[in-house]
């Protein structure tokens, strides 16, 4: 296959267009290169496309976007392997596209820093809206002088709760000081349970939580996060136990 490698945007570089979000989007598949890049431009982003993992390894280096789409399986180089090498030298943002029977894949990727998957075939909806998350929690912090820390607000204080941490800001989850590494998904599931504990959340109030309105999913989605949660904790913790099934009703954290 002929590899594809460039820009998509088509415009000469512009200092004042600087502040634009660019998205590399990596993935062998024509189709998907194509509807992505105009999807994403529609949404005011440039965005760079590379069909070939070697390709997009030397550019994403040299020339870092502001996040990055990875499909795992590709010729050459996959996309974990890819990611591993990436992560040897950068923290860009990057979402994987997986098939929906690559649960182990999905488990390696966010274990190796990816921040967030979505399965194939995959609503262009979604995808937009994880990688404007993903780019407000990756924005830098407004500092109030040269070396303060910035006044807290609604969306960058810490929520602590009992042996949780979450810092909705950088994305960080601890338990008990230990990290805890989650999709964006799961962190808005999390932080919606964590914001009043003892409190029930039915599916509808977490799937209003972690999916924008015109995003449908049903109730085994919510439970398969929930799963994924736990099991997640459970790895640093085996007697991990606060978030709690009410059965016919739907879920609560306690901090007990």
Same mark, same amino acid.
């Given at each position: 296959?002929?590899?594809?490698?460039?820009?998509?945007?088509?415009?000469?570089? #512009?200092?004042? /267009?600087?502040?634009?979000?660019?998205?590399? =989007?990596?993935?062998?598949? @024509?189709? &998907? +290169?194509?509807?992505l890049?105009?999807?994403?431009?529609?949404?005011?982003?440039?965005?760079?496309?590379?069909?070939?993992?070697?390709?997009?390894?030397?550019?994403?280096?040299?020339?870092p976007?502001?996040?990055?789409?990875?499909?795992?399986?590709?010729?050459?180089?996959?996309?974990?392997?890819?990611?591993?090498?990436?992560?040897?030298?950068?923290?860009?943002?990057?979402?994987?596209?997986?098939?929906?029977?690559?649960?182990?894949d999905?488990?390696a990727?966010?274990?190796?820093?990816?921040? #967030?998957?979505? /399965?194939?075939?995959?609503?262009?909806?979604? =995808?937009?809206?994880?990688i @404007?998350? &993903? +780019?407000?929690?990756?924005?830098?912090?407004?500092?109030?002088?040269?070396?303060?820390?910035p006044?807290?607000?609604?969306?960058?204080?810490?929520?602590?709760?009992?042996?949780l941490a979450?810092?909705?800001?950088?994305h960080?989850?601890?338990?008990?000081?230990?990290?805890?590494?989650?999709?964006?998904?799961e962190?808005?599931?999390?932080?919606?349970?964590?914001?009043?504990p003892?409190?029930?959340?039915?599916?509808?109030?977490?799937?209003?939580?972690?999916?924008?309105d015109?995003?449908?999913? #049903?109730?085994?989605?919510v439970d398969?996060?929930?799963?994924? =949660?736990?099991r997640?904790? @459970?790895a640093v913790?085996p007697?991990?136990?606060?978030?709690?099934?009410?059965?016919?009703a739907?879920?609560?954290?306690?901090?007990?």
């Amino acid at each position: 296959m002929t590899q594809l490698s460039h820009d998509t945007t088509g415009e000469p570089h #512009d200092p004042a /267009a600087e502040s634009q979000r660019t998205i590399a =989007l990596v993935d062998d598949d @024509r189709n &998907i +290169l194509t509807t992505l890049s105009i999807a994403l431009q529609a949404e005011g982003y440039a965005t760079r496309v590379y069909s070939d993992g070697e390709a997009a390894l030397a550019a994403l280096q040299h020339n870092p976007p502001d996040l990055a789409v990875f499909d795992i399986k590709m010729p050459r180089m996959d996309g974990m392997e890819l990611l591993q090498k990436l992560r040897e030298s950068s923290d860009l943002p990057v979402i994987f596209l997986t098939s929906k029977d690559q649960e182990e894949d999905e488990e390696a990727g966010l274990a190796m820093g990816a921040d #967030d998957y979505i /399965a194939k075939p995959f609503s262009q909806r979604l =995808l937009l809206a994880r990688i @404007r998350t &993903i +780019l407000r929690r990756a924005a830098p912090l407004p500092e109030t002088v040269e070396g303060a820390a910035p006044m807290p607000t609604a969306h960058n204080e810490v929520i602590a709760r009992g042996r949780l941490a979450m810092d909705p800001a950088r994305h960080q989850v601890t338990w008990d000081g230990k990290p805890v590494s989650l999709t964006v998904t799961e962190f808005l599931i999390l932080e919606a349970l964590a914001i009043r504990p003892g409190v029930i959340k039915s599916r509808n109030q977490l799937m209003d939580a972690a999916y924008p309105d015109d995003i449908f999913v #049903d109730d085994r989605t919510v439970d398969s996060h929930i799963k994924r =949660l736990r099991r997640k904790f @459970r790895a640093v913790d085996p007697e991990f136990g606060a978030i709690e099934t009410l059965y016919g009703a739907g879920y609560s954290f306690t901090d007990g």
